[in-house]
Nanobody, 116 residues
Framework: QVQLVESGGGLVQAGGSLRLSCAASGITFSIYRMGWYRQAPGKQRDLVAI???????QYADSVKGRFSISRDNGKNTVVLQMNTLKPEDTAVYYCQAYHNSWSTYWGQGTQVTVSS
């Protein structure tokens, strides 16, 4: 059974930092592209950052220079370090594991709220 379990969300003031973690089980973690997506109320789920199996990263323009994604294949975890948070970063953040269209998995989400 595949599980992606996110942790680290919460309430923070603007300018602050949060560190989200996603622990994966039930998959061969090292071959999966891992990503973080977010969904604000009434909006679609959008890409925040991804990291390939080879370690290549990609970020949404809105978070470049503020967020950093990393992975630890030995611990089957992916981390999103979020700095200089803004109120517009408020959303539910989801972890995704992607290998192909029939091997794509999502976590349950973790709420991030940034107060102004």
């Amino acid at each position: 059974q595949v599980q992606l379990v996110e942790s680290g969300g919460g309430l923070v003031q603007a300018g602050g930092s949060l560190r989200l973690s996603c622990a994966a089980s039930g998959i061969t973690f090292s071959i999966y592209r891992m990503g973080w997506y977010r969904q604000a109320p009434g909006k679609q789920r959008d890409l925040v950052a991804i990291i390939t199996s080879g370690g290549t990263t990609q970020y949404a323009d809105s978070v470049k220079g503020r967020f950093s994604i990393s992975r630890d294949n030995g611990k089957n975890t992916v981390v999103l370090q979020m700095n200089t948070l803004k109120p517009e970063d408020t959303a539910v953040y989801y972890c995704q594991a992607y290998h192909n269209s029939w091997s794509t998995y999502w976590g349950q989400g973790t709420q991030v709220t940034v107060s102004s």
